[in-house]
C-alpha cells in the first residue's frame, strides 16, 4: 500500500545514530568534504533556511540547522530534496536565437545586440511590455521594474498572472500594509488558529507543523475553512466543509453572528477602527441560516466558529495565496481583515492576519514595485510628488499612467496593441489560466524574449532565449510571507555562460543608453533602501544575523518589525471593508463538475519538474475524483479519464479520493501544459467540467 510520509526527510535530519540516510547523497561525499554555504530557499513563501553542502561545484546535499532560521530545523520535500534541478542537463547553459523557424545557440554579443535593437523599435511605438517571476531577487526585481520604467519608458509589466496578489493590496486598503501583521513562529503562541481555504500539507508544510505544534503541544483551537477534506481536520476542533467558492460568505456570517451576539470587542472597535457603522446594514444578509443555505455549513455551526474565535485571547487567520487565487480573494482577504478588527485581534503577539504567498518572492515582487500600479514601496504611481523621488533618483522620466496587469498584456497581445513581451522568469504557457488562449496569443507576438533557467513551454516559442541561473548561484535578497527580508548567498559557480537577472538586465539597460553599469546585489540594495522606506535599515550586513530583518525596518539601528501595528495603523484607524461574496455559484448541465485546481506538495512548476527525486514520488498528473463521481461515470483508480472544459481538454489518470465533495474534482496545474491551466479561464471564475473516460 501507498506510504503515508511526506518524504521531508526529517527522520533523517534527527535520526541520532546515523541508521538512516539520504539516498541522493548515500556515498558521495564524506560531512567534513563538504563546504557548507547558507541561503534561502527558492520555493514556497515561508523563506526557509538552508545549508547547501557543496564539493568540486556540486550540491551534494541541502540541511537545515536547528540555530538558524524561523524553519528551526525543519524542511518540506522541495527544500530538502527538490534542488536537483540545478544540476540538470536541461538547464539553459547558452543564449539561443531564433534562425529560420528553429532555436539555434548564439554568442551573448549576438542575443543581446539583437534584443537592444528590438527593444528601441518597440519602445518607441509603445508596443513593448514584461512579465517578472516572483522567484527573483529583491534586487533582480526592482531592476526589472527601475528598467521598464526608466528605460524602456512603460508601466506595462507586471508578476504571477497580476491576481495572485489581490489579497495582499486588500489588507494595505484595510489596515495599511500590504502583508501578513505577524510572524511565523507566533503561529504557535496563539489560543485559536483559523485556517481559511488553505491546505497547509500540500502548500507550506513547516508552516503546517507550525499549527500542529500549536494544537497538540500549546492546544490551540483550531478551525477549519475549507471546500475539500484537508490534512489539517485531522487537528481541528471544528471543520467547515463548504461549498467550492463560499469560503468568504462563511466569513461574512461568522461576522454577522458575532455582531448578533455582541461579541465584538468594543474598546479596540471604538478607538482603532472606522467603517463598521456601514458596515452593520450589509451584513444582515449573511445571517448564520442565510449562510448555511449558500455554503453548506450548518447554522449552528456559523456560530460555534463565531463564539470560538471571538472569546480567544490570541486568534490568527492563515490563507494561502498564489496562482491557484481567484476572483473569491479580495473578498476573503476582506472578510478576515474584518474579522480580525471586530473581534481585536490586530496589533498583538500571536493575532493577526497571515498570506501565504505561493513563491519564495511573491511578498519581495510587491515590495519591490513589480505591478502596474505601484512603485517601490508601495510609493503611489499617480503622486507626482513620488514620482519625482524615483526620477531624481533613476534620472530618467517615469510614465504617470497606471500599466496593464499581467492578463491585460496577454489581451493587449492578442488585439496586436503589444508587440514585443520580455519574460524574466516567467512561463504564463505554463503557469497561466487558459494556456490554449495564451498560446494562441504568444504566437502573434513580433518579438518575444524569454530569461529563464530552462526551456519552458513559453521559452520554445521565443525569438530569443536568455540563460539566467537559479538561487544557488546567485547573490541577494528574498522576502518571505512575514515581511522577513533574508540573504541569499552563491554556493556555485554560474553553469556554462548563463548570467544572474540582474546582470542581464544592467546590460540591456546599458545597450539602450542607460549607463548603469552592473552594480553588485549589495550596491542595488543600498538604493533600494534610499528610496523604500520600509526598507531603510536593511543593508547586508544588517542581514547576517541568524533570522534576517521584519520590515518596517526604516533606520540602519531599527531592530526590524515582527508585529505589525503595535502602536496604532498608518492612516490613523483601520478600515472595516464593505462585504464581498466572491466568485458566486455558477451552473452549466453541458458542464455538470466542479474543478479546483492548486499546487501539489511533491510538485510547484518547472523547478521540481526538472528535479528527479521530486519526478519518482509524483512524476504525472492526476484528477482527485470521489468515489461516488467515479462509480457515476465508470472509472476506475489509475485508468485515464478526459477533462474538458469550455477552454479546452487534457487525459490524466484517475485518483479516487474523498478529499472533495461529490460533484467536485481537484486537479494539480504544477504540471505545465498538462496541468489544470488549460481548463481554467482568464477571468478567474469557477470552471465548469465534463468528465469521461479515454479512448
Same mark, same amino acid.
Given at each position: 500500500?501507498?506510504?503515508?510520509?511526506?518524504?521531508?526527510?526529517?527522520?533523517?535530519?534527527?535520526?541520532p545514530?546515523?541508521?538512516?540516510?539520504?539516498?541522493?547523497?548515500?556515498h558521495k561525499a564524506r560531512?567534513?568534504?563538504?563546504?557548507?554555504?547558507?541561503t534561502t530557499?527558492?520555493?514556497?513563501?515561508?523563506?526557509?533556511s538552508?545549508?547547501?553542502?557543496?564539493?568540486d561545484d556540486?550540491?551534494?546535499?541541502i540541511?537545515?540547522k536547528?540555530?538558524?532560521g524561523?524553519?528551526?530545523?525543519?524542511l518540506c520535500?522541495?527544500?530538502?530534496?527538490?534542488?536537483?534541478?540545478?544540476?540538470?542537463?536541461?538547464?539553459?547553459?547558452?543564449?539561443?536565437?531564433?534562425? #529560420?523557424?528553429?532555436l539555434v545557440k548564439?554568442?551573448?554579443e549576438?542575443a543581446?545586440?539583437?534584443?537592444?535593437?528590438?527593444f528601441?523599435e518597440?519602445?518607441?511605438?509603445?508596443t513593448?511590455?514584461?512579465?517578472?517571476?516572483?522567484?527573483?531577487t #529583491?534586487?533582480?526585481?526592482?531592476?526589472f521594474?527601475?528598467?521598464?520604467r526608466?528605460v524602456?519608458?512603460?508601466?506595462?509589466?507586471?508578476?504571477?498572472?497580476g491576481?495572485s496578489?489581490?489579497?495582499?493590496?486588500?489588507?494595505r486598503?484595510?489596515?495599511?500594509?500590504?502583508?501578513?501583521?505577524?510572524?511565523?513562529?507566533?503561529?504557535?503562541?496563539?489560543?485559536?488558529?483559523?485556517?481559511?481555504?488553505?491546505d497547509?500539507?500540500?502548500?507550506?508544510?513547516?508552516v503546517?507543523?507550525?499549527?500542529?505544534?500549536?494544537?497538540?503541544?500549546?492546544?490551540?483551537k483550531?478551525?477549519v475553512?475549507?471546500s475539500?477534506?484537508?490534512?489539517?481536520?485531522?487537528?481541528?476542533?471544528?471543520?467547515?466543509?463548504?461549498k467550492?467558492?463560499?469560503?468568504?460568505?462563511?466569513?461574512?456570517?461568522?461576522?454577522q453572528?458575532?455582531l448578533?451576539e455582541?461579541l465584538?470587542?468594543e474598546?479596540?472597535?471604538?478607538?482603532?477602527?472606522e467603517?463598521?457603522?456601514?458596515?452593520?446594514?450589509?451584513?444582515?444578509?449573511?445571517?448564520?441560516?442565510?449562510v448555511?443555505?449558500?455554503?453548506?455549513?450548518?447554522a449552528?455551526?456559523?456560530?460555534e466558529?463565531?463564539?470560538?474565535?471571538a472569546?480567544?485571547k490570541?486568534?490568527?487567520?492563515?490563507i494561502?495565496?498564489?496562482?491557484?487565487s481567484?476572483?473569491?480573494?479580495?473578498a476573503?482577504?476582506?472578510?478576515?481583515?474584518?474579522?480580525?478588527?471586530?473581534?481585536g485581534?490586530?496589533?498583538k503577539?500571536?493575532s493577526?492576519?497571515?498570506?501565504?504567498?505561493?513563491k519564495n518572492?511573491s511578498?519581495?515582487?510587491?515590495?519591490m514595485?513589480?505591478?502596474?500600479?505601484?512603485?517601490?514601496?508601495?510609493?503611489?504611481?499617480?503622486?507626482?510628488?513620488e514620482?519625482?523621488?524615483?526620477?531624481?533618483?533613476?534620472?530618467k522620466?517615469?510614465p504617470?499612467?497606471?500599466?496593464?496587469?499581467?492578463?491585460?498584456?496577454?489581451?493587449?497581445?492578442?488585439n496586436?496593441?503589444?508587440?514585443g513581451?520580455?519574460?524574466?522568469?516567467? #512561463?504564463?504557457?505554463?503557469?497561466?489560466?487558459d494556456?490554449?488562449?495564451?498560446?494562441?496569443?504568444?504566437?502573434?507576438?513580433e518579438?518575444?524574449?524569454?530569461?529563464?533557467?530552462?526551456?519552458s513551454?513559453?521559452?520554445?516559442?521565443?525569438?530569443?532565449v536568455?540563460?539566467a541561473?537559479?538561487?544557488?548561484?546567485?547573490?541577494?535578497t528574498?522576502?518571505n510571507?512575514?515581511?522577513?527580508?533574508?540573504?541569499?548567498?552563491?554556493a556555485?559557480?554560474?553553469q556554462?555562460?548563463?548570467?544572474p537577472?540582474?546582470?542581464i538586465?544592467?546590460e540591456?539597460?546599458?545597450r539602450?543608453?542607460?549607463?548603469?553599469?552592473?552594480?553588485?546585489?549589495r550596491?542595488?540594495m543600498?538604493e533600494?533602501?534610499?528610496l523604500?522606506?520600509?526598507?531603510?535599515?536593511?543593508?547586508?550586513g544588517?542581514?547576517?544575523g541568524?533570522?534576517g530583518?521584519q520590515?518596517?525596518?526604516?533606520?540602519?539601528?531599527h531592530?526590524g518589525?515582527?508585529?505589525?501595528?503595535?502602536?496604532?495603523?498608518?492612516?490613523?484607524?483601520?478600515?472595516?471593508?464593505?462585504?464581498?461574496?466572491g466568485?458566486g455559484?455558477?451552473?452549466?448541465?453541458?458542464y455538470p463538475?466542479?474543478?479546483?485546481?492548486?499546487?501539489?506538495?511533491f510538485?510547484?512548476?518547472?523547478l521540481?519538474?526538472?528535479?528527479p527525486?521530486?519526478?519518482?514520488?509524483?512524476?504525472?498528473n492526476?484528477?482527485?475524483?470521489?468515489?461516488?463521481?467515479?462509480?457515476?461515470?465508470g472509472?476506475?483508480?489509475?485508468?485515464t479519464?478526459?477533462?474538458e472544459?469550455?477552454q479546452?481538454k487534457?487525459e490524466?489518470?484517475v485518483?479516487?479520493?474523498?478529499?472533495?465533495?461529490?460533484?467536485?474534482?481537484f486537479l494539480?496545474?504544477?504540471?505545465?501544459?498538462?496541468?489544470g491551466h488549460?481548463?481554467?479561464s482568464?477571468?478567474?471564475?469557477?470552471?465548469?467540467v465534463?468528465?469521461?473516460?479515454?479512448?
Amino acid at each position: 500500500r501507498p506510504m503515508n510520509c511526506e518524504f521531508c526527510g526529517q527522520c533523517v535530519s534527527v535520526c541520532p545514530v546515523g541508521a538512516l540516510n539520504d539516498r541522493i547523497f548515500l556515498h558521495k561525499a564524506r560531512i567534513w568534504d563538504l563546504k557548507e554555504t547558507q541561503t534561502t530557499c527558492a520555493y514556497c513563501g515561508v523563506g526557509c533556511s538552508l545549508t547547501v553542502g557543496t564539493r568540486d561545484d556540486r550540491i551534494l546535499r541541502i540541511r537545515a540547522k536547528e540555530e538558524l532560521g524561523i524553519n528551526q530545523g525543519n524542511l518540506c520535500v522541495k527544500g530538502r530534496y527538490g534542488w536537483e534541478y540545478v544540476h540538470s542537463r536541461e538547464r539553459l547553459i547558452t543564449p539561443l536565437i531564433r534562425k #529560420n523557424g528553429v532555436l539555434v545557440k548564439a554568442t551573448w554579443e549576438e542575443a543581446l545586440s539583437l534584443v537592444a535593437k528590438r527593444f528601441q523599435e518597440l519602445k518607441k511605438d509603445r508596443t513593448l511590455a514584461g512579465l517578472c517571476s516572483p522567484r527573483l531577487t #529583491n534586487e533582480e526585481l526592482y531592476t526589472f521594474q527601475k528598467f521598464m520604467r526608466g528605460v524602456v519608458g512603460t508601466n506595462h509589466f507586471d508578476h504571477a498572472g497580476g491576481y495572485s496578489y489581490a489579497a495582499n493590496l486588500t489588507l494595505r486598503d484595510s489596515l495599511g500594509f500590504a502583508a501578513s501583521t505577524n510572524s511565523l513562529n507566533e503561529i504557535r503562541t496563539a489560543d485559536v488558529i483559523l485556517a481559511l481555504r488553505c491546505d497547509l500539507s500540500e502548500t507550506h508544510p513547516v508552516v503546517k507543523s507550525e499549527v500542529v505544534l500549536a494544537v497538540k503541544r500549546q492546544k490551540a483551537k483550531l478551525i477549519v475553512i475549507n471546500s475539500r477534506n484537508i490534512y489539517l481536520n485531522k487537528f481541528s476542533n471544528l471543520t467547515l466543509l463548504v461549498k467550492p467558492g463560499t469560503e468568504a460568505v462563511l466569513v461574512n456570517g461568522i461576522l454577522q453572528a458575532i455582531l448578533e451576539e455582541n461579541l465584538g470587542k468594543e474598546d479596540f472597535i471604538q478607538t482603532q477602527t472606522e467603517g463598521l457603522d456601514s458596515l452593520r446594514p450589509l451584513l444582515q444578509g449573511f445571517s448564520p441560516e442565510n449562510v448555511s443555505s449558500r455554503t453548506g455549513v450548518a447554522a449552528a455551526q456559523v456560530r460555534e466558529a463565531a463564539r470560538l474565535f471571538a472569546g480567544a485571547k490570541k486568534a490568527m487567520i492563515l490563507i494561502s495565496t498564489g496562482q491557484a487565487s481567484d476572483r473569491q480573494d479580495p473578498a476573503l482577504a476582506g472578510a478576515a481583515s474584518n474579522l480580525a478588527l471586530l473581534t481585536g485581534h490586530l496589533g498583538k503577539e500571536g493575532s493577526g492576519v497571515f498570506l501565504l504567498g505561493e513563491k519564495n518572492n511573491s511578498q519581495g515582487a510587491l515590495d519591490m514595485g513589480v505591478t502596474p500600479g505601484l512603485l517601490p514601496g508601495y510609493a503611489d504611481l499617480g503622486d507626482p510628488a513620488e514620482r519625482n523621488r524615483f526620477e531624481e533618483s533613476w534620472r530618467k522620466p517615469i510614465p504617470a499612467e497606471t500599466g496593464l496587469s499581467a492578463l491585460e498584456i496577454l489581451q493587449a497581445v492578442e488585439n496586436g496593441k503589444v508587440k514585443g513581451l520580455y519574460l524574466a522568469g516567467e #512561463n504564463p504557457l505554463g503557469n497561466y489560466p487558459d494556456s490554449g488562449r495564451i498560446q494562441k496569443a504568444l504566437v502573434r507576438l513580433e518579438f518575444l524574449v524569454v530569461q529563464d533557467c530552462f526551456l519552458s513551454e513559453t521559452a520554445s516559442l521565443a525569438q530569443v532565449v536568455l540563460p539566467a541561473v537559479p538561487f544557488a548561484e546567485k547573490e541577494g535578497t528574498y522576502t518571505n510571507s512575514e515581511r522577513r527580508v533574508q540573504r541569499v548567498r552563491p554556493a556555485l559557480k554560474p553553469q556554462g555562460e548563463a548570467l544572474p537577472d540582474l546582470w542581464i538586465f544592467q546590460e540591456l539597460a546599458n545597450r539602450l543608453g542607460a549607463s548603469w553599469g552592473h552594480g553588485s546585489p549589495r550596491e542595488v540594495m543600498e538604493e533600494i533602501r534610499s528610496l523604500v522606506k520600509i526598507y531603510g535599515g536593511v543593508d547586508f550586513g544588517h542581514l547576517d544575523g541568524p533570522k534576517g530583518l521584519q520590515w518596517p525596518c526604516p533606520s540602519p539601528d531599527h531592530p526590524g518589525t515582527p508585529v505589525l501595528y503595535l502602536d496604532g495603523f498608518p492612516r490613523g484607524k483601520a478600515r472595516f471593508l464593505p462585504p464581498s461574496e466572491g466568485a458566486g455559484e455558477e451552473r452549466d448541465p453541458e458542464y455538470p463538475l466542479t474543478l479546483l485546481t492548486g499546487p501539489v506538495l511533491f510538485h510547484s512548476g518547472s523547478l521540481s519538474a526538472h528535479s528527479p527525486g521530486l519526478q519518482k514520488i509524483r512524476g504525472e498528473n492526476f484528477v482527485e475524483i470521489h468515489p461516488e463521481d467515479a462509480q457515476k461515470f465508470g472509472l476506475a483508480e489509475g485508468e485515464t479519464a478526459v477533462l474538458e472544459s469550455k477552454q479546452g481538454k487534457c487525459e490524466v489518470k484517475v485518483q479516487i479520493s474523498s478529499k472533495g465533495a461529490p460533484g467536485v474534482l481537484f486537479l494539480p496545474y504544477a504540471f505545465g501544459t498538462k496541468g489544470g491551466h488549460q481548463l481554467t479561464s482568464w477571468d478567474l471564475g469557477k470552471t465548469r467540467v465534463k468528465l469521461g473516460k479515454a479512448g
